[in-house]
């Protein structure tokens, strides 16, 4: 017999013997006794018995299962830190009683409830019109929803008003009233890695709904 006949029925006699261990998976109840007499390779320790080899199994998931539970105690504590601070980012909005009182109030609620030393809320109408063209690839993202990620060096200087030294990564937050953008709310981070593309933006979104409704009253009662 050649080697690759020998080859295929040995291949074909584990596929027949997987095929009956799966069907029969109360095989090693009935015979314990193999258990302890099968072998199998492992990497660090040469080899070990399928108990063990099991129990090493088990562990691991047991592992993988506690990094997964922690991580989701992770996401879930971040998420609970952004209600609360929208919640009170926009106690603070409804009590601003001017446009300048408002871009104050939420520069400092950042900095209390978000711990974001570098915010600006830009209204879109004090920008002069070299600014808006300035901005118009901004202007696009923004056309989107909300933007996290990174700037060129021009860009967060428009918007920041200063040589944003520490601002690596940022989150574009337009506020907008009727498909009519009142505003850009711009928080950075010195990390780069702070604000990445797939943030969710849902509890942020609703707060700038809320801004918007500001805005726009605050900017009505100051045209009169």
């Excluded at 592992?63 to 971040?78: P, Q, W, Y």
């Excluded at 609970?80 to 609620?109: P, R």
């Excluded at 923004?142 to 940022?170: C, I, M, N, Q």
Aim: aromatic letters at 4%; charged letters at 25%.
């Amino acid at each position: 017999m050649s080697e690759s006949n020998t080859a295929s029925l040995l291949a074909l006699d584990e596929e027949l013997v997987a095929e009956y261990l799966e069907t029969n998976p109360d095989f090693f109840g009935r015979h314990p006794e193999l258990l302890a007499r099968l072998r199998l390779p492992h990497g660090e320790k040469g080899s070990v018995s399928l108990l063990e080899r099991q129990l090493e199994l088990a562990r691991h998931k047991h592992r993988d299962l506690e990094e997964e539970i922690t991580a989701l105690l992770g996401v879930a504590a971040h998420n609970e830190q952004v209600a609360k601070a929208c919640h009170e980012l926009g106690l603070q909005a409804l009590a601003a009683t001017s446009l300048d009182q408002l871009i104050a109030l939420l520069g400092e609620g950042v900095r209390i409830h978000l711990g974001m030393d570098i915010s600006r809320l830009v209204l879109c109408a004090r920008l002069a019109e070299t600014q808006q063209k300035a901005l118009s690839s901004v202007f696009e993202r923004l056309a989107k929803g909300p933007y996290f990620g990174r700037l060129t060096e021009d860009e967060k200087r428009l918007l920041l008003g200063h040589a944003p030294v520490r601002a690596e990564s940022l989150a574009l937050l337009p506020i907008r009233r009727q498909d009519k953008l009142l505003g850009i709310w711009v928080i950075a981070s010195p990390d780069a890695g702070h604000f990445q593309p797939d943030m969710d933006a849902l509890l942020v979104g609703q707060l700038c709904d809320l801004l918007a409704l500001r805005l726009a009253a605050l900017s009505h009662a100051e045209l009169r």
